[in-house]
């Protein structure tokens, strides 16, 4: 019988099917090499965005609040959040952590030490202590003390240095320096007035805001404000993702806004994803179209090779061994083919990691775990499509 396994190899080496069994075979190979390198742009750009080397921290905090339209003008109410609205926040699946902003009810006051002759009013907040960026051993308070730690935002120094300082001839500040300064702060609602001394602890990035801990915030609205806790006007939260499309809408439709150049990405990441899904689904059109190829090939090698098949059914052999004798002669090109389009898409990924490096964006050099799974996956699907046609093929002719 072994003549006749060599017949049938000839046959499907040389045989009818021989340009339809290339055009499978380069077919297959474009379409896994597509499909690998939607999953591994996908995984580069996971990674661009959530990976510790590539993640701007202060990227993950966005303080919300809503549009001021000219149909909410001396209707604060109207700017404050409702629990019913602060309850949709919170369910959202892009919202990691929910806190809120508190708001001063009671006038305040600062005045510079010395020749600064610096005296204005101002407000406070404060917020939970996990979405501050500032770790400080000083950022504390109890009732009884006469300093008020604070923490400004490094936007208001900038606008004192090369604004206000600049265009009143008065001197510019370091941050050292500020915070060695001690602050005249004085609160007061109606006749009540209550003089602290304020420190600068520290300059956020986070939040645009003059912070005092909550302790004093709680402290000075009961004694100084209603007592009552007003709803917020602004809430803080943190997200995986600022960039995330699905935020980006919820902000968008229920009037909403942050800082737009923390989101401002979301845009470029729709197009990425949207080129990914596109490259992914002409990669699954052609892996089709080479499945549906190879059926035809396998197809006519059987039918081409009816009489020496019928002739060895006859024999004796038996129709499992014919199926694993044909079998073999595929196996080698699909692995062959794998290992192409994975050696392809390992160069591509390195040279795209060199480029992003240059930039000092991260990623890895060597395509990721998602990228050897998909290539065993397509090579799996094609050897199953691929038995299951050479059963009904070879069960027909025997």
């Known amino acids: 019988m072994k003549p006749f396994f060599q017949l049938l190899k000839k046959i499907i080496q040389t045989g009818v099917g021989k340009s339809r069994f290339l055009m499978a075979s380069v077919g297959l190979g474009i379409a896994m090499l597509l499909i690998l390198i939607a ?44 629990p019913e609205e602060i309850a949709a926040i919170k369910q959202q699946d892009f919202v990691q952590a ?51 730690p604070i923490i400004l935002p490094n936007d208001f120094l900038n606008l004192y240095n090369f604004g206000f300082a600049l265009s009143q001839d008065l001197p510019q500040l370091s941050q050292e320096t500020v915070k060695a300064l001690p602050m005249k702060i004085t609160i007061s609602k109606g006749l009540m ?65 942050t800082n737009q150049d923390k989101i401002k990405y979301s845009k470029t990441k729709l197009i990425v994803q949207t080129i990914v899904s596109v490259v992914g689904f002409f990669g699954l059109i052609l892996l089709l179209f080479a499945l549906l190829v190879f059926s035809m090939f396998i197809q006519l090698v059987i039918a081409s090779c009816k009489r020496e098949i019928q002739l060895l059914v006859t024999l004796g052999t038996a129709p499992d061994q014919l199926k694993r004798y044909l079998l073999r002669q595929f196996i080698p090109l699909y692995i062959v083919i794998g290992i192409i389009s994975l050696v392809l898409v390992t160069v591509l990924q390195w040279w795209a ?36 046609n050479v059963r009904k093929y070879v069960m027909q002719q025997g």
């Open 98 to 148: 929910f806190g809120f902003i508190t708001s001063n009810q009671f006038k305040v006051t600062a005045a510079a030490p010395g020749d600064l002759h610096f005296y204005t009013d101002m407000f406070f907040e404060s917020v939970s202590n996990e979405f501050i960026d500032i770790k400080n051993d000083d950022w504390k308070w109890s009732v009884g003390d006469g300093i008020i």
């Open 193 to 257: 007035t209550q003089e602290f001394t304020g420190r600068i602890v520290g300059f956020s990035d986070r939040i645009s805001s003059f912070l005092v801990p909550e302790t004093f915030m709680q402290w000075a609205n009961e004694k100084f404000g209603s007592g009552v806790a007003a709803s917020p006007s602004r809430v803080i939260i943190k997200t995986k993702d600022p960039a995330n499309p699905a935020l980006v809408k919820f902000l968008d439709d229920h009037g909403y806004t």
């Open 39 to 82: 999953i591994q742009t996908h995984t580069n750009f996971d990674q661009l965005l959530h990976s510790q080397q590539n993640q701007n921290e202060s990227a993950d905090f966005l303080v919300l609040n809503k549009k001021i339209t000219n149909a909410m003008m001396g209707q604060t109410d109207k700017s404050m959040f409702t």
């Open 353 to 388: 990691a060199t480029a992003l490096a240059a930039h000092q964006m991260q990623v890895s050099f060597l395509p990721g775990i998602g990228t050897f799974a998909g290539a065993l996956l397509i090579l799996l699907l094609v050897y199953v499509v691929n038995v299951y």
